[in-house]
């Protein structure tokens, strides 16, 4: 089945600075990638996402980049704000339609 | 719209108690989800239902179960439960559960067993 591995498990950079968080996939067959942000106490909400027929996607600040052949996509927020600190999961769809979850990156933006 | 509701917010059990937790959501959508979120292994699938009437495993199935008898409510009960079941436990829901459609997800239900 599939597999996604993420990192960093924690990353803190300083405002205003770019941050990248890379993810791997298992299953070529996996061609939905969703990236959510899980706020302190609150549930995952999805902030942006890529099919596999597109190398990249903005939205922003952020945006998604996904190398099908690598079988890797990453997440790059740019001129990071203290209101990005955050837990961010990167997600593969399987082929069943079932979301497979990365094990997540704290982010931390030093005011 | 109140999205996706969970209760309790918070619960303490001992092991062997049962308890169930209720989702609820207000948008129609016919798939809806349970995930358990453990430090550092991100949300892992529990159970799902693509419909009214309908239930299917997911990746952690083992001693949880669920029903699905209103389009709006997904029930998760724990009939015996093991302190292995500490985790913040999350629903969701998506319209068609295809690509491209996001799942929402409620605010979670932090349980311990002890």
């Known amino acids: 089945g599939e597999n996604v591995e993420q990192h960093p498990s924690t990353l803190s950079v300083q405002e205003g600075d770019s941050a990248v968080i890379k993810c791997t996939y298992s299953?070529?067959?996996?061609?939905?990638f969703p990236w959510y942000k899980q706020e302190l106490g609150k549930g995952p909400q999805l902030i942006i996402d890529?099919?596999?027929?597109?190398g990249e996607k903005k939205d922003q600040r952020i945006a998604v980049t996904l190398n099908k052949t690598a079988k890797h996509f990453s997440l790059h927020i740019t001129e990071t704000q203290p209101e990005d600190s955050a837990v961010y999961f990167c997600?593969?769809?399987?082929?069943?339609?079932?979301?497979?979850f990365g094990s997540g990156t704290r982010l931390l933006v030093r005011p | 719209n109140a999205g996706v509701t969970q209760t309790p917010k918070f619960r303490v059990l001992k092991t062997g108690q049962s308890m169930t937790l209720l989702c609820a959501q207000d948008?129609?959508?016919?798939?809806m989800y349970w995930y358990r979120q453990d430090p550092g292994m991100g949300l892992r699938l529990i159970h799902y239902?693509?419909?009214?009437?309908?239930?299917a495993k997911g990746e952690v199935p083992d001693g949880y179960n669920v029903s699905r008898l209103k389009k709006q409510n997904f029930l998760l009960g724990l009939e015996s439960a093991a302190p292995s079941q500490t985790s913040v436990y999350f629903c969701?829901?998506?319209?068609?559960?295809?690509?491209?459609?996001?799942?929402?997800f409620g605010p979670g239900t932090r349980l311990t067993v002890t």
């Open positions: 969701a829901s998506s319209s068609t559960g295809l690509q491209n459609d996001e799942q929402y």
């Open positions: 299953d070529s067959a996996s061609n939905y």
């Open positions: 890529i099919r596999s027929n597109v």
């Open positions: 997600a593969a769809m399987d082929s069943s339609y079932k979301l497979i």
């Open positions: 948008m129609n959508h016919e798939y």
């Open positions: 239902s693509v419909g009214e009437g309908t239930t």
